[in-house]
């Protein structure tokens, strides 16, 4: 049976793993108080248990690139579904925080190939000027997933207790890698396709680099980071994960410490800023199209835009310090996760955008990589500063990090030209 607008789906397909992912990867984050007391770790010790995620995820995200860029997405994304279930219910077995790192680290291990498979995804099944509103909306999932964490994994341990917590969101992956192995095919081979949509999805993209056989060619790394357009993705990364990592897994935390709140309110209000993170996720996908049909911008320029306009927005966060209550201190961190979901989006489409499909995956993975040392990196040092210096000049910082990233986009992809991006220009 042939289905209209196919593409559509996929892209539903793929935004219900992302959130069975991020929900799997925030249950520590909304479980952080009660497992401090029960595992009886201090936030250093906290940060070094969300750092051991951070580093294997860092790693990975170009290692998992590169397999799906190898095996496929049909197998490959089914695969680490399968992995990061079984390491997130091992979660419930930890002991003290040294072992709760030990699964963490398995968890980045396997969650790292998320977001490269959604890229390479939407670079196989969309035309380039539909791109953004597709990223926009798996995207939405990242948010979704943690949106949903905060009442969901409270509500479970309330019932019976964290362990339980941790193998319900865990075992959802099952049900995702099932659905991925039964529904996916590229659009090439997908028998649902009409043939007006895969002519459509078709005429609309970059024709593919392929070698003198027919073949495509395989990814080369060394020419990936030699290019400017790499860089140009990279350090605005590096530079924004700092926010998402921060909202990820430290609000809770936050709001117990800083604003008092206890687990119930913490289940009422936490999951606030990721609904509106889903908000800006979806808007930054029209954001770009938006900018070129009212303002004339190329597809590059229209994306960096959407990208300025975000960080502008991450002023809110830097402001949390001047409040005085937690419910405006929300709606602060509100605005923050709908400001870093919009450059999010758009960043993440400049992977697409700019890369020739045969790379798309591994491009994607090491531009992830280079958030993820970002996000690491300022996860230890609010471990270690947030009981002396305490949290809101760290708020600050994030509002620079994006101000800062998005001028160096502009500097460093402002002139690229994507019409030919087969051949878009090398640094």
Not at 121 to 141: D, L, M, T
Not at 292 to 299: E, G, Y
């Amino acid at each position: 049976m042939k289905i209209s607008g196919l593409r559509w789906w996929i892209i539903g397909l793929i935004c219900l793993g992302t959130i069975i992912n991020y929900l799997a990867r925030n249950s520590l984050g909304v479980m952080a108080p009660t497992l401090k007391t029960e595992l009886n770790f201090s936030t250093q010790e906290y940060s070094y248990v969300v750092g051991a995620f951070q580093l294997a995820y860092t790693v990975m995200q170009p290692v998992c690139g590169y397999i799906l860029d190898f095996l496929g997405l049909k197998a490959g994304f089914a695969l680490f579904a399968v992995f990061w279930s079984i390491a997130s219910c091992f979660h419930g077995f930890a002991t003290g925080w040294m072992s709760l790192a030990f699964f963490r680290g398995l968890l980045g291990i396997s969650e790292a190939a998320a977001i490269p498979a959604g890229i390479k995804a939407v670079a196989e099944w969309f035309p380039n000027k539909e791109r953004s509103v597709a990223v926009g909306y798996f995207n939405a999932g990242t948010s979704l997933g943690a949106m949903l964490a905060p009442p969901l994994v409270i509500f479970v341990q309330l019932q019976y207790n964290w362990k339980a917590a941790f193998l319900v969101t865990g075992a959802l992956g099952f049900l995702f890698a099932a659905l991925w192995w039964l529904f996916y095919r590229s659009p090439k081979d997908h028998p649902a396709l009409t043939d007006g949509e895969r002519d459509y999805i078709v005429n609309g993209q970059t024709p593919p680099v392929l070698m003198a056989d027919g073949s495509r060619p395989k990814p080369k790394i060394g020419e990936i980071l030699s290019t400017k357009r790499f860089w140009g993705i990279a350090l605005p990364r590096f530079l924004a994960e700092p926010a998402w990592q921060t909202f990820s897994f430290w609000i809770p935390l936050y709001l117990t410490t800083e604003r008092g709140m206890n687990i119930k309110e913490i289940a009422m209000f936490a999951w606030l800023p990721f609904l509106a993170a889903d908000m800006g996720g979806i808007l930054g996908g029209y954001l770009s199209p938006f900018f070129m049909k009212h303002f004339k911008l190329n597809l590059v320029r229209s994306r960096l835009a959407g990208i300025v306009f975000g960080a502008i927005c991450m002023i809110g966060p830097g402001c949390i310090g001047l409040v005085s209550d937690a419910y405006t201190a929300i709606a602060l961190f509100c605005v923050g996760g709908f400001a870093h979901q919009i450059i999010s989006a758009l960043i993440n489409t400049l992977s697409a955008d700019v890369f020739p499909g045969h790379e798309v995956a591994t491009a994607n993975g090491l531009t992830g990589m280079a958030s993820w040392i970002g996000g690491l990196s300022f996860s230890l040092v609010v471990g270690a500063l947030a009981n002396t210096i305490g949290y809101n000049p760290l708020f600050v910082c994030l509002t620079v990090f994006d101000l800062l990233g998005a001028c160096i986009a502009i500097t460093l992809l402002g002139n690229l030209v994507v019409e030919d991006t087969a051949v878009a220009e090398k640094a």
